[in-house]
């Protein structure tokens, strides 16, 4: 088992339930280093393993990552290649949150996707249903915008079947049928803070809807250089803030 990061949280820090990081820069990184970009990938997925764990550690209990957006099927052909393949990867390594008692579950439109990958996703998320120190979201192929149109898509299945009347359709109806609410037994509840490090300050499709009360928290630090320290510095800004919900 890895040795535990030192947590640098000051007593009386709130953790955010539900954190969400948008893995960004990975591909800057390489190129800083004369590098292939998807060896910034393989970096960046170092640094989702290091981070999940602290995470963990500190307290959260549901941890969101971007691994792969809607969007990026328009990247080339062998860096979609060199992403499948890693994840792939990972499926097999992820085991290893098992044993840290780490739930694993996927969001996103997965039928796109190798049948391989999909098998071991699905496999990942059967050995891990009953783990409950964290939940891990892994986002692939996921997008905000088709998460909603999925979500209306089933809505509207029922309306013409006759079990759901459009006046009774709600925020909290909508929100059952997203891909959040596809968590066996479970509904992640809405994200808390997010992360997008790189320098970048967007959203690019991710959570929309379950950031409608977000924190955001951007810094110039690329993924692959991301330490468990700068999620603490992240932590530690979410905690100073003073939420409002849209009261005074
Ligand atoms: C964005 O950086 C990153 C991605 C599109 C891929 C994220 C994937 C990983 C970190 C791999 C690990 C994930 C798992 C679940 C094993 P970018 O390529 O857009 O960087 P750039 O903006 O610098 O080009």
């Keep these: 088992m890895a040795a535990k990061e030192k947590s640098l949280l000051p007593s009386g820090t709130i953790v955010p339930t539900h954190i969400g990081v948008i893995m960004d820069g990975n591909g800057r990184w390489a190129k800083k280093r004369g590098l292939p970009r998807k060896i910034g990938h393989r970096e960046g997925a170092q640094t989702f393993r290091t981070i999940t764990r602290h995470a963990k550690n500190l307290?959260?209990?549901?941890?969101?990552?971007?691994?792969?957006?809607?969007?990026?099927?328009?990247r080339p052909a062998d860096e979609v290649e060199a992403l499948m393949d890693l994840f792939?990867?990972?499926?097999?390594?992820?085991?290893?949150?098992?044993?840290?008692?780490?739930?694993?579950?996927?969001?996103?439109?997965?039928?796109?996707?190798?049948?391989?990958?999909?098998?071991?996703?699905?496999?990942?998320?059967e050995d891990s249903r009953d783990f409950d120190a964290m939940t891990l979201l892994i986002a692939i192929n996921y997008g905000g915008r088709d998460e909603i149109v999925h979500a209306v898509k089933k809505l509207a299945k029922r309306v013409k079947e006759g079990s759901l009347s459009p006046d009774d359709i709600n925020e909290s109806v909508l929100e059952n049928e997203l891909y959040t609410a596809?968590?066996?037994?479970?509904?992640?509840?809405?994200?808390?803070?997010?992360?997008?490090?790189?320098?970048?300050?967007?959203?690019?499709?991710?959570?929309?809807?379950?950031?409608?009360?977000?924190?955001?928290?951007?810094?110039?630090?690329?993924?692959?250089?991301?330490?468990?320290?700068?999620?603490?510095?992240?932590?530690?800004?979410?905690?100073?803030?003073?939420r409002r919900f849209g009261g005074v």
């Design 88 to 125: 792939e990867k990972y499926l097999d390594e992820v085991r290893d949150f098992i044993e840290e008692n780490i739930r694993i579950c996927f969001i996103g439109d997965r039928t796109m996707l190798r049948p391989e990958l999909q098998r071991k996703m699905k496999s990942v998320e």
């Design 182 to 242: 596809e968590i066996d037994g479970d509904i992640a509840p809405d994200v808390d803070l997010i992360i997008r490090p790189s320098g970048e300050q967007r959203l690019s499709n991710f959570m929309i809807w379950q950031s409608a009360y977000a924190e955001y928290y951007f810094t110039n630090i690329l993924w692959p250089d991301f330490k468990p320290s700068d999620l603490e510095k992240a932590i530690i800004a979410y905690s100073d803030r003073n």
């Design 59 to 74: 307290g959260v209990k549901y941890f969101t990552v971007y691994a792969f957006s809607t969007e990026n099927w328009k």
